[in-house]
């Protein structure tokens, strides 16, 4: 895999007194930059195109049960990310234990993997051939480490990687494994290895916390990841700011290369918001749609070939506690549809309001437009209930209850080519000095929430005098920029710090 070029911090517009911001999405990356602006006497707007806020780390309530739309732990090594949590959350923030397995043909696997659970599970011939198929790999590794394929089965092996890599994968993306960028195998399984993950099953080596696909315990608001965003954007109202549901974006005016305001559709008919600084999370593709005067048909065309994964979550309520354990299940077995199965009772037990039933979500990923996505809420509903009772889960007769989630646009997909279009409309974003992407869909990249956020602070720092470069962050970036942060906290303001007078 070829590593990416540094690039330069943009040119960014220097935040004045009396300027006012713009945030365009109420999602963990929008409402941490209105939350660290409030906090500090900002004039800040956020205009949230739908009746939720979250983004894809909302929580849905249904009949008083509540569930997230895919599963969230809160695990960071970023400091300013953990304080912010912190400081908005306080003593709603409990301690889960984490457990989440493979199904695989009718056997569960311990995730991360364990050597005896292997063992059994697999069976010794199969055992022996995937430590043959490891050793291989060890010895003679694919030279090119392009795609997903070849990046996992230098890690892992081939065996490993047909079991356990393969049919999940290309179930999730939609797509051959060889058509993903090895750059996404790189952030999702980052420092993990079949040698470390047999390792930390053992009593020799203690299991690590330091590794993100390890840590065994992990913290979760009490009511769900919802909570975190519900009480920030209460506190940016309490500090003057505006928080405005149902203004779904549609056009951003730009005037002698800047942007000077955004027109919103809403119930009320078509809204304009003025300011001088615009933080948006939407949708790279959507972003250069929505610029006025159009860009160049380059950008145009660049957008456009940028792919997004859809996803859609099923909550099923049934008349039973004590399923099964685990926090989550994935679904590696072939013949059904489900890709993965939370357990809310398991995050917490406070989002089931009524005892002696479960709520599971059974996620199914699939591109908006396509049968999954229009189906009746009905018919998916049953189809999950089949599934539960197929899998071996859950007797579908249990099933009392269930509603539907759709979420457009939840995974940037990288594919073959998006690096070179995500570039080139970097070059038409980059000269806009006011207009400043954050988050997962923003900057199309699959980041998790704590890295959503980090890009979100950085482009506060950067608006107050500091040179980070936001495009630089991802779901590995702890690694090696963690002691930066860390040895620039005086040069810039901290979320701890005091509001502004």
């Given at each position: 895999?070829?590593?990416?070029?540094?690039?330069?911090?943009?040119?960014?517009?220097?935040?004045?007194?009396?300027?006012?911001?713009?945030?365009?999405?109420?999602?963990?990356?929008?409402?941490?930059?209105?939350?660290?602006?409030?906090?500090?006497?900002?004039?800040?707007?956020?205009?949230?195109?739908?009746t939720?806020?979250?983004?894809?780390?909302?929580t849905?309530?249904?009949?008083?049960?509540?569930?997230?739309?895919?599963?969230?732990?809160?695990?960071?090594?970023?400091?300013?990310?953990?304080?912010?949590?912190?400081?908005?959350?306080?003593?709603?923030?409990?301690?889960?234990?984490?457990?989440?397995?493979?199904?695989?043909?009718?056997?569960?696997?311990?995730?991360?993997?364990?050597?005896?659970?292997?063992?059994?599970?697999?069976?010794?011939?199969?055992?022996?051939?995937?430590?043959?198929?490891y050793?291989?790999?060890?010895?003679?590794?694919?030279?090119?480490?392009?795609?997903?394929?070849?990046?996992?089965?230098?890690?892992?092996?081939?065996?490993l990687?047909?079991?356990?890599?393969?049919?999940?994968?290309?179930?999730?993306?939609?797509?051959?494994?060889?058509?993903i960028?090895?750059?996404?195998?790189?952030?999702?399984?980052?420092?993990?290895?079949?040698?470390?993950?047999?390792?930390?099953?053992?009593?020799?080596?203690?299991?690590?916390?330091?590794?993100?696909?390890?840590?065994?315990?992990?913290?979760?608001?009490?009511?769900?990841?919802?909570?975190?965003?519900?009480?920030?954007?209460?506190?940016v109202?309490?500090?003057?700011?505006?928080?405005?549901?149902?203004?779904?974006?549609?056009?951003?005016?730009?005037?002698?290369?800047?942007?000077?305001?955004v027109?919103?559709?809403?119930?009320?008919?078509?809204?304009?918001?003025?300011?001088?600084?615009?933080?948006?999370t939407?949708?790279?593709?959507?972003?250069?749609?929505?610029l006025?005067?159009?860009?160049?048909?380059?950008?145009?065309?660049?957008?456009?070939?940028?792919?997004?994964?859809?996803?859609?979550?099923?909550?099923?309520?049934?008349?039973?506690?004590?399923?099964?354990?685990?926090?989550?299940?994935?679904?590696?077995?072939?013949?059904?549809?489900?890709?993965?199965?939370?357990?809310?009772?398991?995050?917490?037990?406070?989002?089931?309001?009524?005892?002696?039933?479960?709520?599971?979500g059974?996620?199914?990923?699939?591109?908006?437009?396509?049968?999954?996505?229009?189906?009746?809420?009905?018919?998916?509903?049953?189809?999950?209930?089949?599934?539960?009772?197929?899998?071996?889960?859950?007797?579908?007769?249990?099933?009392?209850?269930?509603?539907?989630?759709?979420?457009?646009?939840?995974?940037?997909?990288?594919?073959?080519?998006?690096?070179?279009?995500?570039?080139?409309?970097?070059?038409?974003?980059?000269?806009v000095?006011?207009?400043?992407?954050?988050?997962?869909?923003?900057?199309?990249?699959?980041?998790?929430?704590?890295?959503?956020?980090?890009?979100?602070?950085?482009?506060?720092?950067?608006?107050?005098?500091?040179?980070?470069?936001?495009?630089?962050?991802?779901?590995?970036?702890?690694?090696?920029?963690?002691?930066?942060?860390?040895?620039?906290?005086?040069?810039?303001?901290?979320?701890?710090?005091?509001?502004?007078?």
């Open positions: 895999m070829e590593s990416q070029p540094k690039s330069a911090p943009r040119p960014v517009d220097p935040l004045r007194p009396g300027d006012r911001v713009v945030v365009v999405g109420g999602g963990p990356a929008g409402l941490t930059a209105a939350y660290m602006l409030a906090k500090q006497g900002v004039a800040v707007t956020v205009l949230e195109g739908t939720m806020l979250g983004g894809i780390s909302q849905a309530q249904y009949k008083g049960y509540r569930f997230d739309i895919g599963g969230h732990r809160f695990f960071t090594k970023v400091q300013p990310v953990e304080e912010l949590w912190h400081e908005i959350l306080g003593p709603e923030f409990i301690q889960t234990p984490r457990m989440s397995r493979i199904h695989y043909r009718g056997k569960y696997f311990d995730y991360p993997l364990k050597a005896g659970n292997a063992l059994s599970g697999l069976g010794i011939f199969e055992a022996i051939r995937i430590v043959l198929s050793t291989k790999a060890k010895l003679w590794p694919n030279p090119v480490e392009e795609n997903f394929e070849q990046w996992v089965s230098n890690r892992f092996g081939s065996r990687y047909n079991i356990f890599f393969k049919t999940y994968t290309e179930k999730v993306w939609g797509i051959p494994c060889t058509e960028r090895a750059e996404w195998a790189a952030q999702r399984i980052q420092n993990l290895s079949l040698a470390k993950a047999i390792l930390n099953a053992t009593a020799i080596n203690k299991r690590s916390t330091k590794i993100k696909s390890l840590i065994d315990r992990f913290q979760y608001p009490r009511l769900g990841p919802g909570q975190m965003w519900e009480l920030a954007a209460k506190r109202q309490e500090w003057g700011g505006d928080v405005r549901m149902q203004h779904k974006v549609k056009k951003l005016e730009t005037k002698d290369g800047r942007v000077v305001a027109r919103c559709e809403t119930p009320n008919g078509e809204v304009r918001v003025e300011g001088e600084h615009f933080i948006v939407m949708p790279v593709r959507s972003l250069v749609r929505s006025e005067p159009a860009p160049p048909e380059l950008i145009r065309k660049a957008a456009e070939g940028l792919r997004y994964r859809d996803f859609l979550v099923v909550a099923l309520i049934l008349d039973k506690e004590d399923l099964f354990p685990d926090n989550w299940i994935y679904i590696h077995t072939p013949g059904v549809k489900v890709g993965r199965i939370q357990n809310f009772n398991n995050w917490s037990r406070e989002m089931v309001p009524d005892a002696g039933r479960t709520c599971l059974l996620e199914y990923f699939c591109f908006e437009g396509d049968g999954l996505w229009a189906s009746k809420d009905e018919d998916l509903i049953k189809l999950a209930t089949k599934e539960l009772g197929e899998l071996g889960l859950a007797d579908p007769k249990l099933v009392v209850d269930g509603t539907v989630v759709r979420m457009p646009k939840a995974y940037p997909i990288y594919d073959s080519a998006y690096r070179e279009h995500l570039d080139n409309v970097r070059t038409h974003i980059d000269a000095p006011n207009l400043h992407p954050v988050g997962r869909n923003g900057m199309h990249k699959y980041n998790n929430q704590d890295h959503s956020m980090l890009t979100a602070m950085m482009v506060v720092w950067n608006m107050q005098g500091a040179k980070h470069d936001v495009w630089a962050v991802n779901t590995d970036f702890e690694y090696h920029e963690e002691q930066k942060l860390e040895g620039k906290k005086e040069e810039k303001p901290t979320v701890a710090s005091q509001r502004a007078s």
